[in-house]
């Protein structure tokens, strides 16, 4: 199927954002992939990439066909992966979205009781955003997402959806109010939609968090400093008896979505991953 090569090769070179880089990836030379590029302008009769001195990007005709090329090569990735589950192989291959709320603790615990039953499927992690996943889903970078507080359009189905709790990791016996702004004080990063959450949360309850430490993932608590306070989700605790409740705050939670690009067929293991998610978020939301 020599057109699936050219379709890999022109995405290898978006990838890149270089004809060079590409080849040094495929194992072939960089003129030999230039010419492919060449031959397949001239097929199409028109510029694919814009080239310039530090690489190429797609023009507006080529980023039209580069959506046309990936999800041709998704479809027939997804038909194999079906031919192989019914024929008892159960392989395949899932790609996620994942919030870094959810990375360290919930998500990785997901994927090692999938493998148990399915040690045959491969995954892999793409950091998400509250916003910018639905392109992740609409490049096909993922087949599915998993998202804190998301931010989205009418592109994105939505599987499942559970409101999870925030906790703090704290060797503090107790937390008055006041710890929250005289303790040193460990806060998801401003990107993130956990983040949002607490701060509306702040703004409601008139506090004034000034965070000694801003971070993308929970930091371990035997690297906190005595008396430290961290916010974060509970579920994504390696540990959750490291967790104390939040009724200071209200109990607060955060919102948990699991979606896919609406109207795209997920591969046999995709689906059966989302299922399980399905009945995982069902359950802590009962």
């Given amino acids: 199927m020599k057109h699936l090569q050219i379709y890999h090769a022109f995405r290898a070179v978006v990838k890149e954002g270089s004809i060079r880089k590409a080849a040094e990836t495929m194992g072939i030379s960089a003129s030999a992939l230039n010419r492919q590029m060449a031959g397949l302008e001239a097929e199409l ?12 990007r797609l023009s507006a005709a080529g980023e039209i066909y ?14 194999k992966i079906t031919v192989a589950d019914l024929q008892g ?52 970078e993922a087949d599915l997402a998993l998202i ?21 990791i ?7 109010l006041d710890a929250f702004q005289d303790a040193d004080l ?3 990063a401003r990107s993130l939609g956990l983040r949002v959450v607490i701060d509306l949360i702040a703004k409601r309850k008139r506090l004034n968090l000034r965070p000694a430490l801003e971070t993308l993932t929970s930091i371990p608590p035997a690297l906190m400093p005595p008396g430290a306070v961290q916010l974060w989700l509970a579920h994504d605790l390696v540990d959750p008896n490291l967790a104390k409740p939040l009724p200071q705050l209200g109990h607060p939670t ?3 979505v699991l979606g896919q690009r609406k109207g795209h067929s997920l591969s046999v293991a995709a689906s059966k991953f989302a299922n399980q998610l399905v009945k995982r978020l069902a359950h802590l939301s009962s």
């Fill in 170 to 176: 704290t060797d503090r016996d107790t937390l008055p």
């Fill in 66 to 79: 580069y959506r046309q090329f990936i999800e041709h090569i998704a479809r027939l990735d997804s038909a």
């Fill in 186 to 188: 460990i806060l998801p």
């Fill in 45 to 56: 009769q028109v510029t694919l990439f814009d080239r310039r001195a530090t690489g190429v």
């Fill in 148 to 168: 804190v507080q998301p931010e989205f359009t009418d592109g994105v189905e939505v599987l499942a959806m559970a409101d999870l709790p925030l906790c703090a």
């Fill in 89 to 140: 192989a159960r392989i395949g291959h899932v790609s996620v979205a994942v919030s870094p709320e959810l990375a360290q603790g919930f998500f990785p615990f997901e994927i090692k009781n999938y493998r148990e039953m399915y040690p045959r499927v491969t995954f892999s992690v793409v950091p998400a955003a509250p916003t910018g996943f639905e392109d992740q889903l609409n490049r096909f």
């Fill in 254 to 256: 955060a919102r948990i």
